[in-house]
């Protein structure tokens, strides 16, 4: 394919322009011609925002372009959920990434390698719009917590596990997955139920709850599980997890958990052989 317009001040961001990605969107919006010469990045990606019906994280985007969700990840999450200021180095796991918000602020804060996942193929695609506006090198995998597994994705010195766990059916299993990949530090963050005593306990909730933007308020059946700190605590305890502790009780949404792994090691990538996705 040919360059893109090349405005000057998009120049830079062109450097990671992802040209496949652009061809692939733009083929799925029904589009019959790919002409990067005839359209600027930034006009093109605010269509390709403008044509998704749904956006979770709001994001600000290069180019005065911002994402129109309903959860500002950067104000309500990024404060609270105990990322260090400087990654680097870091093999990084993102778990159920929706848009890519924590991804792409991994990699921004400096970390080696990103691997971002989520089951949702929606969210996939929103993802690659955000990573073609931020020039990101960060890819999304369409896998479920429950297929991770060190054979498949190595191990992470971070694992980021936010707004996941009570969607889940199994979410000790998710857990156990989880525990086998993460050879550094967990951060979970996970809506709670308002039990604070030590004994742990969750609430189910079988039909799951209302859930969305004040003004658009719709019932979620995937979120079932409502544990409380102290069941969010012994769960990892249970499954090898050193020193679960809950970090900022201020946090506006939900309870947010950091542990470390029992032995804790260098995050490495999956040998090739074992990889299916090289
Ligand atoms: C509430 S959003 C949280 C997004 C982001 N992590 C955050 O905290 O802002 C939940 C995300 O988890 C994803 N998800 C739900 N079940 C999942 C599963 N079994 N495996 C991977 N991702 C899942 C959803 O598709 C969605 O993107």
Redesign the pocket.
């Known amino acids: 394919m040919g360059t893109a317009s090349t405005c000057s001040n998009e120049v830079s961001r062109l450097e990671g322009f992802d040209f496949d990605c652009f061809r692939e969107l733009t083929v799925a919006r029904g589009c019959c011609v790919v002409n990067p010469e005839g359209v600027t990045l930034t006009k093109w990606l605010r269509s390709q925002i403008e044509a998704e019906p749904y956006w ?2 709001r994001m600000e985007l290069p180019g005065g372009l911002v994402t129109p969700g309903w ?1 500002d ?1 950067k104000v309500d ?1 990024l404060p609270y959920f105990g990322l260090p200021d400087d990654m680097s180095g870091l093999r990084v796991l ?5 848009e890519g ?2 991804s792409f602020e991994a990699e921004r804060r400096g970390a080696a390698e990103v691997v971002a ?4 193929p929606d ?1 996939a695609r929103k993802f690659n719009i955000c990573r073609t506006a931020l020039g990101s090198r960060v890819r999304s995998q369409i ?4 297929d991770i597994s060190p054979e498949r994705f190595g191990t992470f010195d971070l694992v ?1 596990f ?3 766990l009570y ?2 059916r199994h979410p000790l299993l ?1 857990l156990e997955k989880i525990q086998a990949v993460c050879s550094g530090t967990l951060l979970m ?1 996970t809506a709670i139920c308002a039990d604070t005593s030590d004994t742990p306990m969750a609430e189910f909730h079988p039909h799951g709850i209302e859930s969305g933007p004040p003004d658009n308020r719709v019932c979620d059946t ?1 979120c079932v599980w409502f544990p409380s700190p102290a069941c969010c605590i012994g769960m990892l305890d249970h499954l090898g997890f050193k020193g679960p502790e809950r970090i900022s009780t201020d946090a506006p949404v939900g309870g947010v958990f950091r542990a470390k792994a029992a032995t804790p090691t260098k995050g490495q990538p999956p040998l090739p052989e074992k990889n299916m996705w090289l």
């Open positions: 979770f994280h959860s990840p999450k993102d778990i159920g990434h929706a918000f924590f996942l989520d089951r949702s969210h896998a479920s917590v429950y980021m936010f707004g996941v969607h889940l998710a963050q995937t």
